[in-house]
């Protein structure tokens, strides 16, 4: 089964409100990647996180990584239309190799 | 322009006739991946290559073959391709497993 889980899978906000999307891994991960796929388009790379309990800011766009490794979130802050798009999680499972697992993604829609 | 091209971008066929679809990067990455992405699945990976002749399986390999002959190229190979196929599919490349991907604009098939 997916071993990386992402909540909620849909989230419809208002322009200005606030968002955030979980990432929860049932092992523990090598590090953590961000990505965004706008509508129609391929996935485009945005942070990496390595160390246990890191936080690291994009403007609006805050990530952090859990203490166990085992968890991220991503939260914008006030969103605008331009975040639209479906945001997923990456990273190398520990004692997964050389693979690379994805999260089941989490689709934001943005209304004005 | 450091780019991931991949061809055809749509593709539609009918079960059991073999098919190709390249892949090529120009950013002389030694880590080159495939995925299929499918509502609420995320995205899956199929096959990975560290570098040229070096190949293996990622979570969903079934029905698929990879080849790497040349760093810069790694084309996914349908033998007999089925309905559950039916798919879009992103090819990427990095320096390293765990660094930043760069996906291709994907292709969108159809097996019939």
């Known amino acids: 089964g997916q071993q990386v889980m992402q909540i909620p899978q849909y989230q419809h906000v208002q322009e200005g409100e606030d968002f955030t999307t979980y990432c929860n891994s049932s092992?523990?991960?090598?590090?953590i990647q961000w990505y965004k796929q706008r509508p129609g388009g391929h996935p485009v790379f945005l942070i990496q996180?390595?160390?246990?309990?890191e936080v690291k800011k994009q403007k609006r766009l805050t990530f952090q990584f859990g203490e166990a490794k085992k968890n991220s979130s991503l939260h914008i802050t006030a969103t605008q239309t331009t975040d639209v798009g479906t945001y997923f999680c990456?990273?190398?499972?520990?004692?997964?190799?050389?693979?690379?697992?994805f999260g089941t993604g989490t689709q934001l829609k943005v209304e004005l | 322009e450091a780019q991931v091209t991949q061809n055809p971008r749509y593709l539609i066929t009918v079960t059991g006739k073999k098919l190709t679809v390249t892949c090529s990067q120009n950013?002389?990455?030694?880590?080159m991946s495939w995925y299929r992405q499918d509502p609420g699945l995320g995205l899956r990976q199929i096959y990975y290559?560290?570098?040229?002749?070096?190949?293996d399986k990622g979570d969903v390999p079934e029905g698929y073959k990879v080849s790497r002959k040349e760093k810069r190229n790694f084309p996914l190979i349908l033998e007999s391709p089925s309905p559950n196929q039916t798919s879009l599919y992103f090819c990427?490349?990095?320096?390293?497993?765990?660094?930043?991907?760069?996906f291709g604009p994907g292709t969108r098939l159809t097996v019939t």
């Open positions: 290559s560290m570098n040229v002749e070096v190949t």
């Open positions: 996180l390595v160390k246990s309990g």
């Open positions: 990456a990273g190398p499972l520990t004692g997964g190799g050389n693979k690379l697992t």
């Open positions: 092992t523990t991960l090598s590090n």
């Open positions: 950013m002389n990455h030694e880590y």
């Open positions: 990427a490349s990095s320096w390293k497993p765990g660094y930043e991907q760069y």
